[in-house]
Structures are given as C-alpha cells and as structure tokens.
C-alpha cells in the first residue's frame, strides 16, 4: 500500500471541499471496499477524508411517507429498521443476502452504492483492464467470463456492479442525495446514479469530483410482496450470478430489477408491463439487447428461472 495523509472531516460541506482541493482524495467511512483495494494497490489515493463521525446516521419519516436514509447507517442497522422491515421488505431481505455479518456491521449506505467491481481481471494488476488505466484495453474480452455480464456492457468492459442492495434500491425508485465542494445539493435518481461503461468503464457513476453522498430517499410504500432471489455458486459470503429483486401487487403488476448481470442494477420499465406474461416475457424484454458470450449465456435463462420461481411462490413472505 502506498503512503497517503490523512484528515478527519467535520461537516459535509467540509468533507467534499477538502476532497476538491487535494488531488487524487477520497472518502473513507467502513472501508470495506477501498482498503481491500488500496492494499491491491488498485486504488492509490494519496489523501484519505474520514467521513466516518459526520453524523448522518438517522433514518427519518418524510414528509410525504417514505423515508430519509444517512448515508453512513450501517447496512445491518438498515436492513433491522422497524419501518424497512414492514414497508421496504425487498431492501432488507437484499442487503441480509449480501457479505457477511461482520462486513454489514462496518459497511454504509454510501459506500455500499460506491463499491467497485469484482471482475477478477480487475483484482489482477498483471492483466489489462480499462477500468483500471483508460484504453489499455480489457482482458476479460476473449478471457473467462462466467461471472461477467451479459447486457449493457460494451467492448471496452464487461464487468458487472457487484451489491445487492442498490439492486433492491433501484426497484423501489430510491433517490441519491448528495452535496457538492461548492455547497450545492442535488438528488440523482438510482436508475441516473450508475452509469454504463461505454468507452469510459473508469467513470462509474454520476458523482462529479469532490461531491459526497449525503443521503439515500426512498419513495413512499407502494406495498405488494417484497422478494429478492439471490443466485450464487455459493450459499453464503458470495456475489451474485444473478439476482432479482421484485415488488409484485396481487393484480399481477410490479417491478423487477436483475443484479449480477449489467453495470448497474438492471431494470427496463417496458420489462415490468409484461409481469402478467410471464417470466419469460419479462426476461425477453429485459434482455432484449443482450449480448453474452459463450461462458456466461446461461445468465439470461438463470435469469428468467429465478423470476418464475418467484412468481410460482405462494403469495406469503411480505414480513421483513
């Protein structure tokens, strides 16, 4: 690991200035996914703002009924709240899915929508990656690739967004709110939050230099029964071949979003009016502009079994 300094911030405000004024900074709250990679020497930063005694920390009623998340609340305190539980079940059954105890302890809600791929020609220095250094070109391309993705990727890249959390996030509508080194503040809509690779994978979200999120939004309840499959080589401590997160009225409308597929958590509105079709509507419509290669077409059809699995459950699990 190279040497960095070090700062603690005490507002927000103050945080995303100081990250504007020192080249190369970065957030630090959990740490859970930037020190395992500063240690790879994949991210290098030279100035390190803990933003981890911010406040920021509550989860509120607003206004209009939903609710108002800090972005350093812990995904385990997240997952337990009385009122994600009852109202937002998709979310904590989502985030009870990902890592480990341990990791859900230290682990935030900003961090968790930062975190970075796990394609494993990304982890290995030797190998070229254009996420890592822009137009070195991307070895995954031609390489191994089951766990890769299979729809909005594009030639520069095929990794995928790993978390499970922002996959349940981008299905209940969940909006960013963030604040920017000159003190504006502005909300990014989940679904605008994650970017597509295109000819820039280095560029992975909306977050302009320096601005720090500040809060996650989530809508008022829209009810249904909540569900989030998760699809993995094994049954604990590991990311997703492919998940689904779904929120589905008794009428047979809903909302379903797909992980371990895409850049970003994968959910086409169009895809939603074909629920009372079928799975394979659905996943047709989703996936219409897929584009798998051989080691990792078996994810579209993965896909479709786990949402008719879904849909084929008896209406019960709505508790949290």
């Known amino acids: 690991m190279q040497s960095f300094t070090y700062e603690r911030a005490q507002t927000p405000a103050e945080a995303a200035k100081a990250a504007a004024e020192r080249e190369n900074a970065k957030f630090i709250a959990g740490g859970t996914n930037l020190l395992d990679l500063m240690k790879l020497e994949i991210e290098r930063p030279t100035h390190l703002i803990d933003v981890g005694r911010l406040g920021l920390k509550e989860i509120e009623d607003t206004s209009d009924g939903g609710l108002r998340i800090g972005t350093l609340v812990s995904n385990t305190a997240l997952s337990a709240h009385p009122r994600v539980r009852r109202d937002y079940a998709v979310l904590t059954r989502a ?24 394609c494993p020609y990304f982890y290995d220095t030797n190998m070229p990656c254009n996420k890592r250094q822009p137009g070195a070109g991307c070895a995954a391309q031609g390489g191994y690739s089951r766990q890769l993705g299979v729809v909005g990727v594009s030639d520069s890249c095929i990794a995928t967004y790993p978390g499970d959390m922002a996959v349940a996030m981008r299905v209940l509508d969940a909006v960013v709110e963030t604040i920017a080194p000159d003190g504006t503040e502005r909300r990014i809509p989940i679904a605008d939050f994650h970017r597509l690779w295109g000819d820039t994978p280095h560029i992975e979200n909306a ?24 699809v993995r080589d094994r049954a604990s401590y590991a990311f997703a071949l492919v998940s689904v997160a779904a929120v589905l009225q008794p009428d047979g409308r809903g909302r379903v979003a797909f ?38 077409r078996f994810k579209i059809a993965l896909a479709q079994r786990a949402l008719a699995g879904i849909l084929s459950d008896a209406p019960a699990q709505q508790e949290g």
């Open 95 to 118: 985030i009870q899915a990902g890592a480990s105890g341990q990791l859900r302890n230290k682990a935030t809600t900003g961090g968790n929508l930062l975190q970075r791929t796990r």
């Open 207 to 230: 977050l302009q230099p320096g601005e720090l999120i500040t809060h996650v939004t989530l809508p008022r309840p829209i009810g249904g029964r909540h569900v989030y499959r998760k």
């Open 259 to 296: 992980g371990g597929v895409a850049p970003k958590p994968w959910r086409m509105p169009e895809a939603d009016a074909e629920l009372p079709r079928g799975a394979k509507a659905v996943v047709g419509r989703a996936f219409a502009d897929a584009r798998p290669t051989e080691h990792n």
